[in-house]
């Protein structure tokens, strides 16, 4: 099998992400600044979503059916509480965007960071133990690269689905969503890593480290994990992008979070079915607030990743 | 050679093997598909008759068992749907579906590479920084918002192009065309778009990230020592390096951008494989969504052996590496 | 030269008049699934029978308004209480140049009886046929039934030396195998259309067939059908001219479809009745929290009455359905055999009044729920349940909702799950448009014969209406009947035994450039299709 060439490793440790260089190719660019002011500004209102948002959409008690389909405040029949109107069930767009975008960051950070994990775990030990067990996570890579993301996602969301007692489904669809699109994500990360801990594995301070009786753990964990941080990091960005939108694709199909708790994906294909009816507030606003995070999320995974490559300097 | 190649082949049915346990053991937790196949008066006794008949309360590996030597022979069973036999509807519908993939993956090359050199080259030009950020649009909204936006757009209120299916389409033996018509052809042209898109900033990414190393090497600055013109450095020598990865992606990204119809095709009711599979998903129609995961799995294998061999034959110093750590 | 090109265009010009015959009208419709198979008798399902009902005929037929009227039998008689007798039309031919026979009949009956049948319930009425000649037919049923003719409707005649020779003489069931598959892939029937090509899933071609015996209203010499899934797309491929009629249309689309130039909505009402239900078998609720350990509230009719009464019907029309639904109060809508306006009030929606009798009920605190509810079969179902979530959260009941597709809903509430739920939302026509289909499929005992309380998911239970329901059946005396039908009613309203929403409107949406009729039922026959 051909590793994807992914972006080179560059030879950096976490800590020097702030020296000169970097900061310095950051304060420069100011659309990377904006990027970065914006996916801040999105996490923030996403964590303190209770505190900043007007209304909580999310308490059935506190909707009214009646106040259903509202335009935004500045159109004819708007709505002075309802800044950018409501959705088809009285929803307000405003806050049920904030606490969308709490659910879509949650799932999407949860699920990257599960990926991630069983990535850079599969991708070490394939590394460093080689062999067999290299050949038999490799291969699984490769079944698993057979089917699209969104694919799996599906299918792991119907089994564990199917496998769980149903009276659990309201509680759990967010971490079964989270366990699908982290599962669909690792190889990548896997085999960067495995690429990586292939070079430093021959390394002249590695071999003296195994040669003075220092255990695979620690030297997986002192020695070889520093060195693959930096495209680690890289992919962790864009994935993040990425499964923020196949959150969304996933609601589109059909399995995605409860009704009563939208994400932001929900929302736009809720919304989708008024698109035509002239009630495109509904969808047009989550669909331009998600695609201002995952765009700022991008340009900033983009920076670093020219900025973490020495090469590129 | 031949030993690397069987071992390839081997290793590709056991993938294949495992495609098929996998798909098959998932398809046991997405529903009833009993409920879809009678109507609303039909009697408990019927409808349980009808589960054992199609053997559905089966042991596990006796229905599995069942799957696979009929998968080997090409046959899938019947749909449940469709009452057909789903080779036959695979058949069918694979045309409008590859047609599709081809003509995206095409629209994503011829766009995709370019820009991708225009950026790499001009790395801090206003144009290729704008070409980025744009681009990145395409992977910023999800698919099936762009293709509605578009139907929207170019259907409904300029009514340039068709809203729905494939057009006319000629039929060349098995084959069921749409490029030899008209309307076949105005029906092509937003799907396509849909589709390429992610795949375009996709492949334009990856040809920047690739070309800006190549750039970097010491053989493209000997060149540069040695006064060779910069369009020379660049297309011959520089692109030239940039394209043996890029093609390997390239044909890794043609299995996904099949698999990627799903979305496009549901969106614009086009008449592939994939519209079929969500289709099957929803009315529980397990022979589609079986023949279906496996066929994916297969075109990836091919492609996935197909790029092997090519690299093994282009690239010299990989035989080596290949032979010895065994894949 | 210049003669000759002259010549040359007037002969081009004559062929392609003669080419194109007065009438060739082209008619293309789309409707969100396909036609389950071409085969009469091998799925019981509106569409499916709708559909195939262009090219088959059964021996009535009902038309536009619902009313019945001959097609393959001229004329019917009761001729003994177990015996209704049939004088079966002369002169008509199949579609391959076959005579229309008694034989064609009987070969029918024994075709549905068959095991791929999915029209066993037909088959079920029919103890045995009796051949008295060519145009004459006895059918003799298991009991006295006054409604048999009616029920008839769907049940298409084939024609058995087709059949024959095609070896396609059982229904072709998804069990089989491909042989005896001819008959779901090819139509041979008696009707106004032909079929010409079908691709399933995808389109299906019928022409006219200009040997048809009734004289229609349609012109329509061509007709292609396609399915599209997605709400979005089917509304956009008709606004832009794409098809000339295409349904369900969103509810929320008509005023779009109003406001666009060239097309319009066309609505009715649909005699489909949703309803809500609870579970009223368990002693404990399945998906209960502490408040409810060891208690089911539901078996408390204040509880059932809190929940009618707690939720805002009016709202739900009004914003949910765009003022295009019809509110009820009882179980079957207007156009079913046994409606009565009388019985069709449901009480005030009234929070202060439900929040009093769950107090009452000792569940002043509310409780918790899961809330089934599929979200891909009737209009705005999950939006309907949503909005029922949070109407019930003001009286304290916290419902969890779990919105999934009809496959996963059904596979998980039906009888084959156990009835594997708490508290549904769920739809119901009853196919014979008479109320006995109701009392019998949703609000009887579970547990007896025949069928008999299969749909009613919850498990209410009377037996006064089990008993009801019985006497209905049987009786032939339309008042005494009547008044029966109407006596279980009161008895399931008065104990709250589900919640009727309402019914659901019929929603289509059509060119200007046609005339089509809408039947209350959401078929769509060819024969009133007129291109202007």
């Known amino acids: 099998m051909i590793d994807a060439p992914l972006p080179r490793a560059p030879r950096t440790r976490i800590g020097r992400f702030f020296d000169s260089d970097i900061w310095y190719s950051f304060i420069r660019s100011p659309l990377v600044i904006l990027s970065a002011v914006v996916s801040i500004a999105f996490f923030a209102a996403a964590l303190f979503a209770p505190w900043v948002a007007p209304h909580n959409p999310f308490d059935l008690a506190s909707i009214d059916l009646l106040d259903s389909s509202l335009p935004p405040v500045w159109l004819e029949d708007g709505d002075t509480r309802f800044l950018l109107g409501t959705d088809d069930q009285g929803r307000d767009i405003l806050s049920t965007i904030i606490y969308g975008a709490r659910i879509s960051l949650f799932v999407s950070l949860a699920a990257v960071f599960f990926s991630m994990v069983l990535g850079i775990t599969l991708g070490l030990v394939s590394g460093y133990v080689g062999g067999r067990t290299d050949a038999i996570i490799m291969r699984i890579a490769d079944v698993q690269l057979a089917f699209p993301a969104i694919l799996i996602a599906m299918l792991i969301d119907g089994v564990v689905r199917g496998l769980l007692p149903r009276d659990l489904h309201g509680d759990i669809a967010i971490y079964v969503l989270i366990f699908a699109i982290g599962i669909s994500g690792w190889v990548q990360y896997a085999r960067t890593v495995r690429g990586s801990t292939l070079v430093e594995k021959n390394k002249e301070y590695v071999q003296a480290a195994r040669v003075i009786g220092i255990g695979p753990v620690i030297i997986l964990w002192r020695h070889i994990l520093p060195n693959v941080t930096g495209p680690v990091l890289v992919i962790a960005t864009i994935h993040l992008a990425i499964a923020i939108i196949t959150e969304a694709t996933l609601s589109f199909l059909g399995v995605g979070v409860p009704p009563t708790t939208p994400s932001m994906g929900t929302l736009i294909q809720v919304g989708q079915d008024y698109l035509f009816s002239g009630e495109w507030w509904i969808t047009i606003f989550p669909g331009i607030a998600l695609a201002v995070l995952v765009l700022a999320i991008n340009l900033f995974g983009d920076w670093l990743r020219d900025a973490l490559n020495p090469k590129l300097r | 050679m031949i030993s690397f190649l069987i071992k390839r082949l081997l290793q590709s049915i056991l993938v294949m093997l495992t495609v098929a346990l996998i798909a098959f053991a998932l398809f046991r937790y997405v529903g009833d598909p009993i409920n879809n196949m009678v109507g609303q008066d039909t009697t408990l006794e019927e409808r349980a008759d009808l589960r054992e008949r199609l053997g559905l309360d089966d042991p596990f590996f006796v229905q599995f068992g069942r799957f696979v030597v009929n998968a080997a022979q090409g046959e899938f069973g019947i749909s449940y749907q469709h009452r057909r036999p789903v080779s036959e509807l695979i058949a069918e519908r694979a045309p409008a579906t590859l047609e599709l993939s081809l003509l995206s993956a095409i629209l994503a090359i011829a766009i995709g590479i370019p820009m991708g050199v225009y950026t790499a080259i001009h790395r801090d030009g206003w144009l290729s920084r704008a070409f980025m950020s744009l681009s990145l649009i395409g992977i910023s909204l999800p698919t099936f918002l762009i293709g509605i936006l578009l139907i929207l757009l170019f259907g409904v209120i300029l009514r340039w192009l068709p809203t729905f299916g494939r057009g006319e389409v000629v039929q060349l033996g098995w084959w069921s065309t749409g490029f030899l018509t008209w309307s076949g052809i105005k029906a092509l042209i937003m799907p396509a778009i849909t589709l390429a898109l992610f795949q375009m900033t996709l492949i334009m990414r990856l040809v920047r990230a690739e070309m800006l190393e190549v750039l970097r090497t010491d053989f493209v600055k000997f060149g540069r020592a040695r006064g060779l013109p910069d369009r020379y450095i660049h297309f011959k020598t520089a692109l030239k390096n940039t394209m043996v990865p890029v093609i390997t992606i390239i044909g890794l990204q043609l299995g996904a951008i099949i698999a990627f119809a799903i979305i496009t095709e549901t969106v614009f009711q086009w008449p592939g494989m994939g519209l079929m599979f969500i289709q099957a998903v929803r009315e529980v129609d397990i022979p589609i969504m079986a023949a279906y995961l496996v066929m994916i799995a297969l075109i990836f294998v091919i492609i996935n052996l197909i790029v092997d061999m090519l690299y093994y034959v282009v690239d010299p110093r990989l035989r080596v590496d290949r032979a010895a750590t065994g894949h | ?532």
């Open chain 3, 1 to 532: 030269m210049r003669s000759l090109t002259k010549t040359l265009t007037a002969a081009l010009l004559g062929s392609a008049m003669l080419a194109a015959p007065a009438s060739a009208e082209e008619f293309k419709f789309a409707f969100q699934g396909d036609a389950g198979t071409m085969d009469p008798h091998g799925l019981f399902e509106t569409f499916t029978l709708g559909f195939q009902r262009n090219i088959y005929e059964g021996l009535v037929a009902r038309d536009g308004n619902m009313a019945m009227t001959g097609a393959l039998a001229e004329s019917w008689e009761n001729t003994s209480p177990k015996v209704w007798t049939f004088n079966l039309r002369k002169g008509v031919k199949f579609h391959n140049g076959n005579d229309f026979t008694a034989d064609d009949v009987a070969f029918s009956v024994e075709r549905i009886k068959t095991e791929g049948s999915d029209m066993k319930v037909v088959a079920a009425l029919i103890d045995k046929v009796k051949i008295i000649d060519d145009h004459t037919i006895e059918f003799h049923t298991p009991a006295p039934n006054p409604i048999m003719p009616l029920q008839l409707e769907i049940f298409y005649i084939m024609d058995k030396e087709w059949s024959e020779e095609n070896k396609t003489t059982e229904a072709t069931s998804v069990a089989g195998g491909d042989e005896g598959n001819f008959a779901n892939l090819n139509a041979n029937g008696t009707g106004p259309f032909k079929l010409e090509s079908r691709q399933s899933g995808v389109k299906t071609v019928l022409v006219r067939n200009d040997d048809h015996w009734e004289d229609i209203d349609s012109n329509v010499t061509k007709a292609i059908f396609t399915p599209i899934d997605q709400d979005a797309t089917r509304v956009a491929a008709l606004i832009s001219g794409d098809v000339d009629l295409a349904w369900p249309i969103p509810v929320q689309d008509w005023n779009r479809l109003e406001s666009a130039d060239g097309v319009k909505p066309l609505t009715g009402p649909e005699a489909r009745t949703i309803f809500l239900g609870f579970n009223q078998t368990d002693d404990e609720l399945k998906t209960g929290g502490e408040a409810t350990k060891g208690k089911n509230p539901f078996k408390d009719v204040r509880v059932r009455q809190a929940f009618m009464q707690a939720i805002d019907i009016e709202a739900i029309k009004k914003k949910i359905m765009r003022g295009s639904a019809t509110p009820a109060g009882l179980m079957i809508a207007p156009q079913i055999n046994g409606f009565t306006e009388a019985q069709n009030t449901r009480p005030d929606h009234d929070v202060a009044a439900a929040k009093k009798l769950m107090e009452e009920a000792g569940y002043g605190d509310g409780f918790e729920v899961t809330m089934d509810c599929p979200n891909d079969r009737y209009v705005n179902d999950e939006k309907i349940c949503q909005a029922s979530a949070s109407m019930l959260a003001k009286i304290g009941v916290k419902v969890n909702l779990l919105a999934q597709t009809k496959s996963k809903y059904f596979g998980k509430v039906l009888a084959q799950n156990e009835y594997d739920t708490d508290f549904f939302l769920l739809g119901w026509t009853p196919s014979t448009f008479d109320a006995h289909n109701v009392l019998s499929a949703l609000m009887s005992c579970r547990g007896g014969e025949d069928n008999i309380g299969a749909f009613n998911l919850g498990g209410y239970c009377n037996p006064k209406i089990n008993e009801l329901t019985a006497k209905v059946q049987s009786e032939t005396d339309q008042d005494k009947r009547q008044a029966m039908i109407e006596e279980a009613f009161q008895i399931h309203s008065d104990e709250v035994g589900h919640i009727p929403l309402h019914q659901q409107p019929l929603s289509w949406g059509v060119s200007d450039k046609v005339d089509v009729v809408q039947r209350p039922d959401n078929v769509f026959d060819l024969r009133s299709a007129v291109v202007k």
